[in-house]
């Protein structure tokens, strides 16, 4: 059977800020809508539940984020989640350069765990607490090719 990524799906705390961030990393935005009825409530297995949400994809055309934010029933926060803990885990994301990248971050008050690491002289990675509290992994790869 053959099978394909369709999306990651984040629940958020602000849809604009989460899709404010996304864009500045280079993500488009390619809908938003507000969804619920019947359809919603099955798929979702929440009765009368109402969210707004908005489908971005990365420039490449291959990666895509459902962000959604719950108008009913109400989102319930959580402590953010820790890298070691299961479940989903983190959205990572391969940049350029991944200094400019952290600047982006920055801007939005989302900054690295500890620090960038290097990976074996081929990667230049770290975590980031992203809006809602979102582990976001920005990885730069050293060598091209």
Known sequence: MPIKLENVGIAVRD?????AFFT????TVLGRQTVSGEW?????GLDGNRAKIAMLQTP?????????????PAAIETPPT???EIGMHRVAFSVEDIDA???????????????VATYEDVYKLT????PSGIIVMLAEELKKG
Not at 15 to 19: E, N, Q
Not at 65 to 70: A, G, P, T, V, W
């Open 60 to 72: 490449d055309g291959h990666g895509r984020l459902e962000l959604f934010e719950y108008i009913h």
């Open 15 to 19: 849809l604009d800020a989460a899709i």
């Open 24 to 27: 500045d990393l280079g993500l």
């Open 40 to 44: 919603a409530d099955t798929a979702v």
């Open 82 to 84: 820790l890298p070691n």
């Open 127 to 130: 975590y980031v607490r992203g």
């Open 101 to 115: 990248a952290l600047e982006i971050a920055a801007k939005h008050g989302c900054h690295p765990l500890r620090g």
